[in-house]
């Protein structure tokens, strides 16, 4: 598997590893402070007409869960040399807010929180919440601060803890090595519509070919296509990817 996921990775800390489930998902971000008309739903289909029918739109964020085998890693090496300098950016003219993975097995965690932080879904944090006063904390950091202060959060930990074991399933140890890893899909915080593909483990965020017109959301064609494009990287290599949409219910 990916060492990048792995235990034994150099992280100061680990958490317990989310469980692919809208439910969990959902009952976390309510409980950082997003406000309860939002949700994540699965979505079943990126072809299938009456599937994606029954998520609702619009939609302002997707979370990607796919293996994350040993060729991730050649594609994390693959962004350190395209991005030998790391990205710096901070501050309010941030075309998004882009948060590096230095929590162990917490993919899941940064997947949702570049979701609720980034395009329209941040009108619907609530004031004075966990994730605003956080977010007023990181927006001025650069890079590195901003992890650390996203590890020091001792409520985003208490909330994720107990999030890491509402699962269906029985939840692994914060060191297992994971065979999964989560990214995010967003729009820009400028309103023009660019589409960034957001992975902590990454050198920063990644602006895609994708721009939304008026009125499209990241589940429209130009969306869809972005998320099979990234699918169809792996040549049929893998199986096991699974797909979520932040909501308005």
Known sequence: MSTSQSGDYGRRKHYIPLESNPEVFTELIHTLGVSSSLSFQDVYSLADPDLL??????????????????????????????????????????????????????????????????????????????????LKICVPLDPTERALALEASEKVEYAHAHAGKSGHTAAPDPKDDVEHHYVAFVTSNTGNGDVYEMDGMKQGPSKTDVTLKEGEDLLTEAGRNLIKAFIEREQGRSIGFSLMALVET
């Open 53 to 134: 029918s029954l998520v609702p739109r619009p939609v302002f964020g997707l979370v990607l869960i796919f293996p994350a085998m040993e060729d991730y890693d050649r594609i994390l090496e693959e962004d350190k040399k395209t991005r030998p300098n790391a990205y710096t950016g901070k501050g309010e003219d941030e075309p998004v807010i882009w948060f590096e993975q230095t929590i162990g097995n917490a993919c899941g965690l940064y997947g949702l929180l570049h979701c609720i932080c980034n395009g329209p879904a941040r009108q619907y944090l609530k004031p004075d919440s966990t994730i605003s006063n956080l």
